[in-house]
């Protein structure tokens, strides 16, 4: 199975092209292609794959196997994979996922991909389509209070074609997230689980961030859940509808474009390496690891 291994600031994921070669039980090679000791490592695995409503479809598995709806680094490395792979040769075309039709725009210079623009479309409010448990007569999800663990948190939920929940902390590089994180992740407001994201508030326009991945744990960026902590920041009156996010991964600009309804993502991606695994290797792992 051939593969390449790509990063978005530090959020690193197996592309694996399905135009040339064929795959499944997907869930068992995410498992292990995803190891970071028996595999290749990665954060997950994604099957740039044709569509018949799109230029492109992409499909996104976590480290357990399951598969994600969305993914906003994974969707502009699929970008610039498909441009740079020659599988075409526009710099703007669309990306089928679950979480629905993307637009990605593509800054192109010499051939190469510089930069990378998604359009990820308007963020899902409503409480029952996130999904949240919460008062039935809620037009959003945003200001619920719950109690994780020992603390209470005021929560901010919204979908981009994924749940996604925005905490506001005073110190989000030192907040305790390996402890919050899955407690949150799982809570029972959250039927279908959370990606969680700890947001401080810099000013107007520029927020701090750290993510905990649902089905994965932190990860050091999340272009989603830029696009989330943004969305809610501004829906709160705490921050502008346009801002820079600084992870520990790297920064991404974020712009909620409230005339059109549509988020736009833009950031960079860097191809890691090619590599080739053997079609069986799956098997003696799944074997080894049960």
Not at 23 to 28: C, E, F, I, K, L
Not at 277 to 285: R, T
Request: charged content about 20%.
């Amino acid at each position: 199975m051939k593969f390449t291994k790509m990063q978005a600031y530090g959020n690193d994921y197996i592309y694996i092209s399905l135009f040339d070669q064929e795959m499944t039980n997907h869930g068992a090679w995410a498992r292990y292609v995803s190891h970071r000791r028996f595999g290749v490592g990665s954060d997950g695995m994604v099957l740039i794959c044709p569509s018949e409503v799109a230029d492109f479809r992409m499909r996104i598995f976590n480290p357990d196997g399951s598969e994600a709806e969305m993914c906003g680094n994974a969707l502009r490395s699929t970008g610039m994979y498909v441009y740079e792979k020659g599988l075409t040769n526009k710099p703007n075309f669309t990306v089928e996922t679950i979480g629905g039709i993307k637009k990605i725009f593509l800054d192109v210079e010499n051939g190469k991909v510089k930069n990378i623009t998604a359009a990820i479309g308007a963020p899902i409010l409503n409480p029952s389509a996130i999904p949240v448990n919460c008062d039935g007569s809620r037009n959003n999800a945003l200001g619920i209070k719950v109690k994780a663990l020992d603390k209470e948190f005021v929560l901010n939920a919204i979908s981009l074609g994924n749940p996604h929940c925005v905490v506001f902390v005073d110190d989000a590089f030192n907040f305790p997230i390996d402890k919050y994180g899955i407690a949150i992740e799982k809570h029972p407001v959250f039927p279908k689980g959370a990606n969680v994201e700890f947001v401080e508030i810099v000013d107007d326009n520029n927020l701090r961030m750290r993510t905990w991945e649902r089905n994965c744990g932190e990860t050091l960026a999340c272009a989603t859940g830029c696009s989330a902590a943004t969305v809610c920041g501004y829906l709160c009156g705490k921050c502008s509808n346009e801002t820079t996010v600084h992870q520990l991964g790297g920064d991404i600009g974020i712009k909620y474009n409230t005339d059109e309804d549509c988020i736009y993502m833009t950031g960079r991606s860097w191809f890691v390496f090619d590599g080739t695994v053997d079609d069986n290797a799956y098997k003696e792992f799944l074997h080894e690891a049960e």
